[in-house]
């Protein structure tokens, strides 16, 4: 488990996330600590193996 730094893309606010990366890529919902709201996340490895997030508003 990796813990990053998040910017919601709803308030603004930093969150903190844990995220597995022995699972290889995930696509889920986190709700924002801050304000509630559902934040999708997408994490993948790139070509070299490094653990890449993506993260999007739920009417993305």
């Known amino acids: ?3 990053h730094q998040v910017e919601c893309p709803y308030c603004g606010e930093n969150i903190p996330i844990l995220i597995d990366t022995s699972a290889g890529g995930q696509e889920y919902y986190e709700d924002c600590s801050v304000c509630c709201c559902a934040i999708f996340f997408n994490t993948y490895e790139d070509i070299l ?3 890449k997030l993506v993260i999007k508003r739920d009417d993305e």
């Open 1 to 3: 488990m990796e813990e």
């Open 49 to 51: 193996g490094h653990t």
